[in-house]
């Protein structure tokens, strides 16, 4: 009997013991539950708070956006713009993933920040230029702007053909941007439409000749476009004239006159006067201000020399090319490589016109 009451009483204590290790454990899963509950609440609200913190007015974004397209407007080549533009334009991004201007501007930061010299750019520069247009169509399909842009991105990419149709569907949309006139006859002079690429040039011409102030980039690079399709053309006192109203506009600028002073020596065949106008430039107040800009450009004039003629000869080399005279497109090819010996559309075009004309004269045995 006293055995029984004692096992009684053993399991008495152990179904207490069991009932209150389950309350407390159900006690622990309350508190962790809870615990959990007001952790994931506290990462909602921190990031809650880090959004409104990083949000973005739209009048804010549209500011910024601004800033970083003049920060990228003034960029020379020097100083801190493109890193501003950078930082401004990451901001609005990260705010509003959507902003199709902040896009267009952070393709326009890679392409100028991967240029190297001509169409030479760094290893996957305007792809992620190009990713940056695909995304601002992707949020706006009839973005013009964007368009514009991703014409002179194809013209970069070597492939004029295409930006000439992309500009096309830009001006079908409908857009006030002078870049369509000028990439679209940067993109027709590559396909060796001269005539076509002085329309476009002279309608953007007859369109600001109305205006009281125009943009002074746009005007000057109309005129520098100008003065080389002239050239191109054949039409030197036309480019001659260019030259010198790019000159009257923008006298500050040592590259205006050291490419006059090229076209003088190298078009006209007039050293003389190509060598006073460097002169020229040197001794006058303007030229002394500019003094360490006229520097950097005379140390690359031999360079920008020989580059120029390479691409006159490449320029004659495809026009036989084109006209199956495959024999002149040698000759011409071989005298581009003399000039700049790395160039490899001048070396592909040697290669090529070579076997057709060693196939020629096999025939004609």
Same mark, same amino acid.
């Given at each position: 009997m006293k055995s029984r009451k004692i096992a009684l009483a053993l399991?008495?204590?152990?179904?207490?013991?069991?009932?209150?290790?389950?309350?407390?454990?159900?006690?622990?899963?309350?508190?962790?539950?809870?615990?959990?509950?007001?952790? @994931? =609440?506290?990462?909602?609200?921190?990031?809650?708070?880090?959004?409104?913190?990083?949000?973005?007015s739209l009048q804010e974004q549209d500011r910024l956006v601004l800033e970083a397209r003049a920060q990228l407007d003034d960029w020379s080549g020097l100083? +801190?713009?493109?890193?501003?533009?950078? /930082?401004?334009?990451?901001? @609005?991004?990260? $705010?509003? !993933?959507?902003?199709?201007?902040?896009?267009?501007?952070?393709?326009r930061f890679h392409i100028k920040s991967g240029f190297i010299n001509y169409r030479n750019f760094r290893p996957g520069s305007l792809e992620k230029a190009g990713s940056e247009l695909q995304r601002a169509l992707q949020v +706006? !399909?009839?973005?013009?702007?964007?368009?514009?842009? =991703?014409?002179? =991105?194809?013209?970069?990419?070597?492939?004029?053909? %295409?930006?000439v149709k992309v500009l096309e569907k830009a001006e079908t949309i409908g857009t006030d941007s002078p870049w369509l006139y000028l990439n679209r006859a940067e993109a027709l002079v590559d396909l060796h439409q001269f005539n076509e690429a002085e329309a476009q =040039?002279?309608?953007? %011409?007859?369109?600001?000749?109305? @205006?009281?102030? !125009?943009?002074?980039?746009?005007?000057?690079?109309?005129?520098?476009?100008?003065?080389?399709?002239?050239?191109?053309?054949?039409?030197?006192?036309?480019? /001659?004239?260019e030259y010198q109203t790019l000159i009257a506009l923008d006298p500050d600028t040592a590259w205006n006159h050291g490419?006059?002073?090229?076209?003088?020596?190298?078009?006209?065949?007039?050293? /003389?006067?190509a060598i006073g106008k460097a002169e020229a430039f040197g001794q006058n107040e303007q030229g002394a201000e500019s003094l360490s800009e006229w520097s950097k450009a005379a140390a690359q004039f031999p360079l920008a020399v020989q580059r120029m003629r390479a691409e006159i000869w490449m320029e004659q080399a495809d026009l036989a090319a084109k006209s199956n005279n495959w024999g002149k497109a040698l000759i011409y090819a071989e005298h581009?490589? #003399?000039? #700049? !010996?790395?160039?490899?559309?001048?070396r592909?075009?040697? +290669?090529? $016109? +070579?076997s057709i004309e060693e196939k020629r004269l096999k025939q004609a045995k």
């Amino acid at each position: 009997m006293k055995s029984r009451k004692i096992a009684l009483a053993l399991l008495l204590v152990i179904a207490a013991a069991i009932g209150a290790y389950q309350y407390y454990e159900r006690l622990e899963e309350e508190r962790i539950a809870k615990a959990s509950r007001e952790a @994931v =609440l506290a990462i909602i609200q921190a990031k809650k708070a880090r959004e409104q913190q990083e949000a973005i007015s739209l009048q804010e974004q549209d500011r910024l956006v601004l800033e970083a397209r003049a920060q990228l407007d003034d960029w020379s080549g020097l100083g +801190d713009r493109l890193a501003k533009a950078m /930082d401004g334009l990451n901001r @609005v991004l990260k $705010a509003n !993933p959507k902003n199709v201007q902040a896009h267009i501007e952070m393709a326009r930061f890679h392409i100028k920040s991967g240029f190297i010299n001509y169409r030479n750019f760094r290893p996957g520069s305007l792809e992620k230029a190009g990713s940056e247009l695909q995304r601002a169509l992707q949020v +706006d !399909p009839n973005s013009a702007d964007a368009y514009v842009l =991703l014409g002179n =991105l194809y013209y970069l990419m070597n492939a004029s053909k %295409e930006a000439v149709k992309v500009l096309e569907k830009a001006e079908t949309i409908g857009t006030d941007s002078p870049w369509l006139y000028l990439n679209r006859a940067e993109a027709l002079v590559d396909l060796h439409q001269f005539n076509e690429a002085e329309a476009q =040039l002279r309608k953007l %011409e007859t369109r600001y000749s109305a @205006v009281t102030n !125009p943009p002074r980039k746009v005007v000057g690079t109309l005129h520098q476009k100008l003065s080389y399709v002239y050239q191109l053309q054949g039409k030197l006192k036309e480019a /001659d004239k260019e030259y010198q109203t790019l000159i009257a506009l923008d006298p500050d600028t040592a590259w205006n006159h050291g490419n006059y002073a090229d076209f003088l020596l190298f078009a006209r065949g007039q050293p /003389d006067a190509a060598i006073g106008k460097a002169e020229a430039f040197g001794q006058n107040e303007q030229g002394a201000e500019s003094l360490s800009e006229w520097s950097k450009a005379a140390a690359q004039f031999p360079l920008a020399v020989q580059r120029m003629r390479a691409e006159i000869w490449m320029e004659q080399a495809d026009l036989a090319a084109k006209s199956n005279n495959w024999g002149k497109a040698l000759i011409y090819a071989e005298h581009a490589l #003399k000039e #700049k !010996p790395d160039l490899a559309r001048a070396r592909q075009l040697r +290669d090529q $016109a +070579d076997s057709i004309e060693e196939k020629r004269l096999k025939q004609a045995k």
